[in-house]
């Protein structure tokens, strides 16, 4: 089939058109400029979002923003016997450790990692990246600073602890020996209560040795 020459010229108008136009992905799509970046919470949604259904890791900022991380699992129940819960602490808070190493090692990250189990009176357990005290004399002598204020922190919830054990414990020696007093005045009472018994039994009984007749209500033989 020919087509005339204005079929031809209108053939190509309609391509033309048809190839400067913009595509819609390129109409919908904003400038660079009006893109705002993402948050932190944009970012990890989708390759962690398996993750999301276990929740965030409470009390982790950055700077004095709260920063979210995801649990890669659930939390287990607390350990309730005291000796189970220092061997945990004791076996985790190492891996922790290497972990937070190979880290600072690999990327070259200032690391500290302090712990101390609630239960144990041994000294506190921390660690500092080899890139943090070793970049500088001011860093290492802050990061001591650092490691002091948390042991004084950990000295003085120990004290807080004892002080709260010494008065629960007084309080509760108080409350022994209240419950032992009761208990001293009750049997002095079912005592003073089976001696008038005693003496009303025999009141009754010379009574009615003596032909007088006792009530029934007073009878006690």
């Known amino acids: 089939m020919v087509l005339d020459q204005s079929q031809q010229s209108s053939s190509q108008n309609v391509l033309q058109q048809t190839t400067n136009s913009p595509s819609p992905s390129q109409r919908s799509s904003p400038s660079r400029s009006q893109q705002t970046s993402p948050s932190p919470s944009d970012i990890l949604a989708p390759s962690f979002k398996k993750y999301q259904r276990h929740g965030r890791v409470i009390g982790v900022l950055k700077g004095n923003q ?38 600072a090692e690999e990327t070259h990250s200032w690391i500290m990692v302090m712990g101390q189990h609630s239960g144990e009176s041994t000294g506190t357990i921390h660690y500092t990246s080899r890139t943090l005290s070793e970049d500088s004399e001011f860093s290492r002598q802050q990061t001591a600073n650092i490691v002091n204020k948390f042991m004084l922190l950990i000295s003085d919830l120990r004290k807080s602890k004892q002080a709260q054990y010494f008065k629960l414990a007084s309080e509760l020696q108080q409350r022994e020996e209240e419950l032992e ?10 005592l003073l209560i089976s001696e008038q018994d005693k003496k009303l039994c025999s009141m009754v009984a010379t009574m009615a040795s003596n032909g007088i007749v006792v009530p029934d209500d007073y009878s006690y033989i």
């Open 181 to 190: 007093q009761r208990k001293i005045e009750l049997e002095q009472k079912e």
């Open 66 to 103: 709260e920063y979210p991380i995801w649990r890669p699992c659930s939390l287990r129940n607390p350990i309730t016997v005291r000796k189970d819960a220092t061997k945990r602490f004791n076996r985790e808070i190492g891996i922790v450790i290497a972990k937070a190493e190979r880290l």
